[in-house]
């Protein structure tokens, strides 16, 4: 392609918004322009790059995953969203629209419902199992704050693999087979991964990991072991750690005490610094009580303590309580993973209570709130309860009562758990469970997630098949996502300098461009000649032809990134410069040698990628 038939379009400045450097880059370099806030268009430089990406994945989902292409509609009934149950759950990040026939309509913000919709309709025996299919799709999720260009946009473009299995050792194989796949993806596109352990959030299911790439403007937060050997890395919100003990101020484990709970009055104490110094005692001797408001619980609490004050929707893909509240007990020195906490609670969101709704469930407001006098369910951490014994004793907490705390509290004496769970933030500095090791943090980018969804879309959107002793039985399924823009976005911010992008040879929009000092006379012929080569050789050449100043020329290419430069000049002929983006130098090379040397340079770079 010569530039007089290409569109090029780059700026010497970002706008301001931009802020990281792959949403500045791609500005600049013309691979996106901002349609709209949270909306970007993909210009024809930054087209080649994304078809290319995309092809890498339908080669490795092909091959390595053996999945199939299908290509369902970004308009989704809402019918379908309702039979799943997320209708209601999925939030305000699902737009949805009435078509003029008053139909509820979703533009799609993942395709869970359409796959099961799709499988289902043509599946009747375990003979046409396991069904595993892709998309590379475009999705819509209406974010609060869309941010850093395409890397959080409202609009943008997902792959998603999805299994149907007849049980579970198939969806492991399914599951296993797309990890493979995902390695190699990533691999070709240049990018170092980090696998972690994750939480299945909205999507449900059990098992489910990220693919990671550090990164200091990160959403995510990973705690990751640096034993290699171990290899334990996790997604902050499922991240679990080493048991440690409550200890008192002298640094002693206290013992199980027989004195009976004694109310202290404790006035203008309400933090845990306040505790500490009012009681004298370490905040790992202190029991924090919090009061959640759960949103969309699915999770049967029938008998618990103030249930029957809440209203239960009946709904085909399982009842859920709209609003309900628990109080957590947790060791006061920890945070509440409220991940942690929604997944336990099947829930699509919890959030602490308010000032009124912690009044009218403790009896007391924040700050004193206790284990002994909540009027909810108690959700126990495992540093306070784990497995039916007491892991805290001769503990203080609130006493339910404003102005008063109680001592010498006995966990399963003094009160019992209604459901016990791990349920803390773990943190830098905490031991692995695994090894012992004192866990780091690193910020991440997710740019995929595979998930083990079991039956909860089979379930409640009534899908079946003929099992082999001849009766009805429930597939179970499995999903995997690429974010695609956001990889794309991963891959500048991994690959820049100063002047621009730097493309790995996988995914650059064009490998090699030439560059002549002045399009004419010899210079002219010689681009010409080398360009012709090279498209003969299957090269992906772009030749810049425009009567631009050389210093234009050179500082647009090395904006854009295209991987090697070859300059023609007419001081150096017969001979050109060969210059890789990244190198400092440029190597001269015979006119006649440089379209193999090329050739090879090309391959090479290729081949160390998808080795």
Same mark, same amino acid.
């Given at each position: ?9 780059? /700026?010497?400045?970002? +706008? ?25 268009? @993909? ?8 078809? $290319? ?37 999925? %939030?305000?990040?699902?737009? *949805? ?28 025996? @375990? ?7 892709? #998309? ?23 792959? &998603? ?18 990890? $493979? ?22 999507? %449900? ?35 679990? =750690? ?7 101020? $002298? ?7 027989? *004195? ?13 610094? &306040? ?12 029991? *924090?009580? /919090? ?7 699915? /999770? ?5 303590? %103030? ?26 020195? /920890? ?25 009218? @469930? ?44 109680? *001592? ?70 499995? =999903? ?16 820049? &300098? ?10 650059? +929009?064009?490998?090699? =461009? ?16 080398? @360009?012709? #080569? ?9 030749? &810049? ?7 234009? $020329? ?14 023609? %000049? ?29 050739? #090879? ?11």
């Amino acid at each position: 392609m010569k530039t007089s038939k290409f569109y090029i379009s780059t /700026l010497r400045e970002a +706008p301001a918004e931009a802020v990281i450097s792959s949403h500045k880059l791609m500005l600049r370099a013309g691979i996106t322009r901002k349609l709209g806030n949270g909306l970007y268009t @993909y210009l024809p430089l930054g087209v080649r790059s994304l078809y $290319k990406l995309e092809n890498i994945i339908r080669e490795e989902w092909n091959e390595t995953a053996e999945a199939l292409e299908f290509k369902p509609t970004v308009i989704i009934p809402g019918d379908l969203w309702k039979e799943s149950g997320r209708w209601e759950t999925m %939030g305000a990040q699902m737009l *949805k629209a009435k078509n003029r026939s008053e139909q509820d309509m979703v533009v799609s913000p993942t395709a869970e419902e359409a796959f099961t919709a799709i499988a289902r309709d043509g599946l009747d025996s @375990y003979k046409q199992l396991p069904i595993n299919l892709y #998309q590379i799709n475009t999705k819509y999720r209406d974010e609060i704050r869309p941010r850093y260009g395409v890397m959080r946009g409202r609009e943008f473009i997902m792959a &998603d693999g999805y299994t149907m299995n007849a049980d579970d050792e198939s969806l492991d194989e399914s599951y296993k087979a797309y990890e $493979k796949a995902y390695f190699r993806i990533f691999k070709r596109l240049g990018l170092k991964i980090i696998p972690v352990r994750a939480d299945s959030g909205a999507m %449900g299911g059990s098992g489910s990991q990220e693919f990671m790439v550090e990164s200091p403007i990160g959403d995510d937060t990973l705690i990751i072991c640096p034993n290699e050997k171990c290899g334990y890395a996790a997604n902050v919100e499922k991240a679990e =750690c080493a048991i440690d003990f409550s200890l008192n101020k $002298k640094g002693e484990r206290p013992t199980k005490t027989e *004195k009976p709970i004694e109310l202290v009055a404790t006035p203008n104490v309400f933090s845990i610094e &306040d505790m500490e110094k009012f009681f004298d005692e370490s905040s790992k001797m202190f029991i *924090k009580a /919090l009061i959640y408001r759960v949103i969309n619980s699915a /999770l049967d609490m029938t008998g618990a303590t %103030g249930a029957e004050n809440w209203k239960i929707v009946k709904d085909p893909s399982g009842n859920y309580y709209p609003l309900s509240y628990v109080c957590v007990l947790i060791r006061a020195d /920890l945070d509440v993973n409220e991940a942690k906490l929604a997944a336990t609670l099947k829930a699509s969101e919890v959030v602490l209570a308010e000032d009124e709704e912690i009044l009218q @469930y403790a009896g007391a407001p924040h700050g004193f709130v206790g284990p002994t006098t909540a009027k909810c369910p108690l959700v126990v951490d495992y540093t306070v309860i784990k497995n039916g014994e007491a892991q805290m004793h001769n503990s203080i907490a609130g006493a339910g009562k404003e102005g008063y705390h109680i *001592k010498h509290v006995e966990p399963i004496r003094d009160f019992s758990a209604y459901i016990n769970a791990d349920l803390r933030t773990v943190k830098e500095g905490d031991k692995c469970a695994c090894c012992g090791s004192n866990f780091y943090i690193r910020k991440g980018n997710e740019l995929g997630h595979i998930f083990k969804l079991g039956h909860k879309y089979t379930h409640s959107m009534n899908v079946t098949f003929l099992g082999k002793n001849g009766k009805p039985q429930e597939p179970t399924m499995g =999903c995997y996502g690429i974010g695609v823009d956001r990889t794309l976005a991963s891959i500048i911010e991994a690959n820049n &300098d100063e002047k621009g992008i730097i493309w790995p040879m996988s995914v650059a +929009p064009f490998q090699v =461009c030439i560059v002549p000092i002045k399009y004419e006379g010899a210079m002219k012929e010689t681009a010409d000649k080398i @360009y012709e #080569q090279l498209k003969s050789l299957g090269v992906e050449v772009l030749l &810049d032809d425009r009567n631009e100043r050389p210093g234009v $020329k050179f500082a647009d290419m090395e904006l854009i990134g295209i991987p090697l430069r070859i300059t023609i %000049g007419e001081k150096t002929l017969p001979n050109v410069e060969f210059k890789p983006r990244q190198a400092t130098e440029a190597e001269l090379i015979p006119v006649e040698e440089v379209a193999q040397k090329t050739k #090879q340079y090309v391959q090479k770079a290729l081949e160390q990628l998808n080795a």
